[in-house]
């Protein structure tokens, strides 16, 4: 085994055992804060596979900004135990592990059934200017789409939030 | 002067030599060069932030008609010294009610965020810890993660105030920090890079703060609330929520926090400098000590602003955010962006 397989199954291991802390924790506060690490793990795995930018934009998205406001919402909603705030938390336990059994099968199928093309070249060193082409040129749609239905959600939450208006 | 200018990466290059020499391989030394540069930053903090709090208690004591200390030696030089003797040894209280695991690792997150900051700024011609290419970019996100040892801390001691203040220092910083990039992102959008080091390179005709005035103002309003700085410092609020997130915390986990407050404000300051005032480039001094003096006075306008100006209210603090400052930025990158396709 080399020093880089090793590096990978570190970072693979603390982003399990993190995401294991997500699903097992009965505190749902330190679920949230688990979640962080889960998003922290996943980063250095994409710094790992060279995607630098990518890697910071899920430490800057996921981890600085949507868990915390996750956090936030959980904080002042809920009580902290999860078996408190959701009683038939317990209930769904079997089903919830064959959905999720089935799930992690259908994505290993797609994952072994899916001939994964590996460059020899050289490493990429503008992977920001590259993702700019693509975004703004080959799938420049699917991206403006993107930015109108999160437009959408954004005046959706302001409506909800303010409630009716007053004639 | 040559000789000044190149001392420190002169010294960095003579150790790895030496450690080759001795018969170690060309990683090693590397690994171990980093982790001296790691200690050297450490060290460089520590004494920086004496100085620091020692500096802001004189001013603010200028600024308010006062002495300010003045027993423990000349002009009271060595009273955060005594200040941090007493916080060291003082007993470490833990409140019964509290998450204990989150309590005490919150300030410990937090400091080795803003420590973490340093790894990317360019303290000399050469002289960052690591040059990254999206230097600018690992700065905000790892920045932004320090919301999260905030909150921990308010939610973990267990105390009405603190959550409250940890709430509000949540809400202010995720507002902030979108005009803090967008300002950001119009510096970027000049230099056409998001390395420190290229930005500071490209500021060698002119500073950007001539460039991007209207981002530097903006910018400047953002880091002020991101560093949860008066005015802004409603987080911590003494006078209503006691002091926010830190009001449970004593001895040397208060001093973490307190010492992660002031890295902070150094590792903004000297963005400040790198992004709008050209970072380590000047005249005659070796370019190592240019960035620490420009990083000072930006850090003497923050204290000035601080202890000047009052506080404002929270939800005219937030409106001013999302109706002032991100419709301004806005504006300011759209004018950015046509200027710059206009003059290709």
């Given at each position: 085994?080399?020093?880089?397989?090793?590096?990978?199954?570190?970072?693979?291991?603390?982003?399990?055992?993190?995401?294991?802390?997500?699903?097992?924790?009965?505190?749902?506060?330190?679920?949230?804060?688990?979640?962080?690490?889960?998003?922290?793990?996943?980063?250095?795995?994409?710094?790992?596979?060279?995607?630098?930018?990518?890697?910071?934009?899920?430490?800057?998205?996921?981890?600085?900004?949507?868990?915390?406001?996750?956090?936030?919402?959980?904080?002042?909603?809920?009580?902290?135990?999860?078996?408190?705030?959701?009683?038939?938390?317990?209930?769904?336990?079997?089903?919830?592990?064959?959905?999720?059994?089935?799930?992690?099968?259908?994505?290993?199928?797609?994952?072994?059934?899916?001939?994964?093309?590996?460059?020899?070249?050289?490493?990429?060193?503008?992977?920001?200017?590259?993702?700019?082409?693509?975004?703004?040129?080959?799938?420049?749609?699917?991206?403006?789409?993107?930015?109108?239905?999160?437009?959408a959600a954004v005046i959706g939450a302001v409506i909800l939030?303010?409630?009716?208006?007053?004639? | 002067?040559?000789?000044?200018?190149?001392?420190?990466?002169?010294?960095?290059?003579?150790?790895?030599?030496?450690?080759?020499?001795?018969?170690?391989?060309?990683?090693?030394?590397?690994?171990?060069?980093?982790?001296?540069?790691?200690?050297?930053?450490?060290?460089?903090?520590?004494?920086?932030?004496?100085?620091?709090?020692?500096?802001?208690?004189?001013?603010?004591?200028?600024?308010?008609?006062?002495?300010?200390?003045?027993?423990?030696?000349?002009?009271?030089?060595?009273?955060?010294?005594?200040?941090?003797?007493?916080?060291?040894?003082?007993?470490?209280?833990?409140?019964?009610?509290?998450?204990?695991?989150?309590?005490?690792?919150?300030?410990?997150?937090?400091?080795?965020?803003?420590?973490?900051?340093?790894?990317?700024?360019?303290?000399?011609?050469?002289m960052a810890i690591v040059d990254l290419n999206l230097g600018?970019?690992?700065?905000?996100?790892?920045?932004?993660?320090?919301?999260?040892?905030?909150?921990?801390?308010?939610?973990?001691?267990?105390?009405?105030?603190?959550?409250?203040?940890?709430?509000?220092?949540?809400?202010?910083?995720?507002?902030?920090?979108?005009?803090?990039?967008?300002?950001?992102?119009?510096?970027?959008?000049?230099?056409?890079?998001?390395?420190?080091?290229?930005?500071?390179?490209?500021?060698?005709?002119?500073?950007?703060?001539?460039?991007?005035?209207?981002?530097?103002?903006?910018?400047?309003?953002?880091?002020?609330?991101?560093?949860?700085?008066?005015?802004?410092?409603?987080?911590?609020?003494?006078?209503?929520?006691?002091?926010?997130?830190?009001?449970?915390?004593?001895?040397?986990?208060?001093?973490?926090?307190?010492?992660?407050?002031?890295?902070?404000?150094?590792?903004?300051?000297?963005?400040?400098?790198?992004?709008?005032?050209?970072?380590?480039?000047?005249?005659?001094?070796?370019?190592?000590?240019w960035l620490p003096i420009k990083a000072y006075i930006i850090?003497?306008?923050?204290?000035?602003?601080?202890?000047?100006?009052?506080?404002?209210?929270?939800?005219?603090?937030?409106?001013?955010?999302?109706?002032?400052?991100?419709?301004?930025?806005?504006?300011?990158?759209?004018?950015?962006?046509?200027?710059?396709?206009?003059?290709?």
């Amino acid at each position: 085994m080399q020093l880089s397989d090793l590096v990978f199954y570190a970072l693979a291991a603390f982003t399990i055992i993190a995401a294991l802390g997500v699903v097992a924790l009965p505190n749902i506060v330190h679920s949230a804060l688990c979640l962080v690490l889960t998003f922290i793990g996943v980063a250095g795995i994409y710094f790992y596979l060279g995607a630098d930018f990518i890697g910071l934009i899920q430490i800057l998205a996921y981890a600085g900004a949507i868990s915390v406001l996750m956090i936030f919402a959980v904080m002042l909603l809920l009580s902290r135990d999860v078996s408190e705030s959701n009683p038939s938390h317990k209930k769904g336990k079997y089903l919830a592990a064959l959905f999720s059994g089935l799930f992690a099968f259908l994505l290993a199928l797609s994952i072994y059934s899916t001939s994964w093309d590996l460059t020899e070249g050289a490493e990429i060193v503008d992977s920001i200017g590259k993702i700019a082409y693509m975004l703004m040129g080959d799938y420049v749609i699917a991206f403006e789409a993107a930015a109108i239905l999160l437009l959408a959600a954004v005046i959706g939450a302001v409506i909800l939030a303010r409630g009716e208006e007053k004639r | 002067m040559k000789g000044a200018e190149t001392f420190f990466v002169d010294l960095a290059r003579a150790i790895v030599n030496g450690l080759e020499n001795m018969g170690m391989s060309a990683l090693g030394a590397e690994i171990i060069l980093l982790i001296i540069k790691f200690a050297c930053i450490a060290g460089i903090v520590t004494v920086n932030i004496i100085i620091l709090i020692w500096l802001e208690r004189k001013i603010s004591g200028f600024i308010q008609l006062r002495l300010g200390p003045n027993r423990l030696g000349p002009w009271g030089v060595f009273q955060t010294i005594a200040d941090a003797i007493k916080l060291l040894t003082k007993e470490d209280i833990i409140p019964s009610q509290t998450d204990k695991i989150i309590f005490r690792t919150a300030p410990i997150v937090f400091i080795i965020i803003s420590l973490m900051l340093y790894v990317v700024l360019p303290f000399g011609d050469g002289m960052a810890i690591v040059d990254l290419n999206l230097g600018v970019l690992y700065f905000i996100s790892v920045g932004s993660l320090g919301t999260i040892a905030l909150l921990m801390a308010g939610w973990g001691s267990n105390n009405k105030w603190s959550l409250l203040g940890a709430m509000r220092s949540v809400a202010q910083m995720i507002s902030y920090e979108i005009p803090l990039v967008f300002s950001l992102l119009a510096v970027v959008m000049i230099a056409g890079s998001l390395n420190m080091s290229d930005i500071v390179n490209a500021q060698d005709k002119i500073w950007f703060v001539f460039l991007q005035p209207v981002a530097f103002i903006t910018y400047f309003i953002a880091a002020t609330a991101e560093l949860n700085r008066g005015p802004f410092d409603m987080p911590e609020a003494e006078q209503e929520l006691t002091a926010g997130a830190y009001t449970e915390y004593s001895g040397m986990r208060w001093a973490l926090f307190f010492l992660a407050e002031y890295t902070n404000l150094f590792a903004v300051s000297a963005l400040t400098a790198i992004m709008f005032f050209g970072g380590f480039k000047g005249p005659f001094l070796p370019s190592w000590l240019w960035l620490p003096i420009k990083a000072y006075i930006i850090m003497l306008v923050f204290f000035w602003l601080k202890w000047t100006l009052p506080r404002i209210r929270m939800d005219h603090l937030m409106a001013f955010s999302w109706k002032v400052l991100i419709p301004v930025t806005l504006a300011n990158l759209v004018v950015t962006g046509c200027v710059l396709h206009f003059l290709k």
